[in-house]
């Protein structure tokens, strides 16, 4: 019982930086308006690109973004 009410404390409290994730590459399918952060060295030194689905063929959006946007607590120049 214990357990149960720790999991879900610790969801609870979770921040939604935890969940963003870095792909090494740009997916080939994307869901329409789903956004992904892609590490492949495109950008410059400290960004990360900043890419978003588009529905019914249109083309994506891309940017490049610094990373202490997207991890707040990341240090600046890795």
Do not use: H, W
């Amino acid at each position: 019982m214990r357990t149960i009410l720790l999991g879900l404390f610790l969801t609870a409290v979770a921040q939604p930086c935890f969940a963003q994730k870095f792909l090494s590459f740009e997916p080939l399918m994307m869901d329409p308006y789903a956004t992904v952060f892609v590490d492949n060295g495109s950008c410059s030194a400290g960004k990360v690109l900043k890419v978003q689905g588009a529905p019914n063929n249109q083309r994506r959006k891309k940017s490049c973004v610094p990373i202490s946007d997207v991890r707040p607590g990341a240090a600046k120049g890795k």
